[in-house]
Each structure stands twice: as structure tokens, then as C-alpha cells.
């Protein structure tokens, strides 16, 4: 009698650890509309560079050598 007991106590504060965790979880959760706003706006950037610094790059070929001797 004894065992059967201690099943049904644990049983029954698992039923209510489950209950309340899932309370938690769903007031602490953010709520949609929310989350479906902030996925649909852009970020801005926070870039503290100024677009007349920046400087065009200038880049130049690279050949290889084994191209120039197996053509020649």
C-alpha cells in the first residue's frame, strides 16, 4: 500500500510541475504580433562610417604561370 502511494504522490506533483512550468512558459513567451512586426522590418545599420572616407579599390590581373607556358 505503501508503494502505491508514493506512485500517486509523484504522479500528482509531476501532473502539477508540468501544469505550471506550462504556465510559465506561455505568459513569459512573446506574444505574436509582436514577433510577426519586428521579422518583417529591416534593421538599421549603426555603421559610424562616412560614405566620402571610403575609397574605391583598385585591383589588378594575376596570371599564372603554368597558363602563360602551356599556351606559348
Known amino acids: 500500500m505503501g508503494l502505491i502511494r508514493i506512485i500517486i504522490w509523484a504522479l500528482f506533483f509531476y501532473i502539477i510541475y508540468k501544469l505550471i512550468r506550462t504556465l510559465v512558459l506561455f505568459f513569459m513567451s512573446p506574444k505574436r504580433n509582436q514577433t ?12 559610424k562610417v562616412d560614405k566620402k572616407d ?19
Open 54 to 72: 571610403i575609397i574605391e579599390a583598385e585591383f589588378e590581373e594575376i596570371k599564372d604561370k603554368e597558363k602563360e607556358n602551356s599556351q606559348s
Open 36 to 47: 510577426e512586426d519586428n521579422v518583417n522590418q529591416p534593421k538599421k545599420k549603426k555603421s
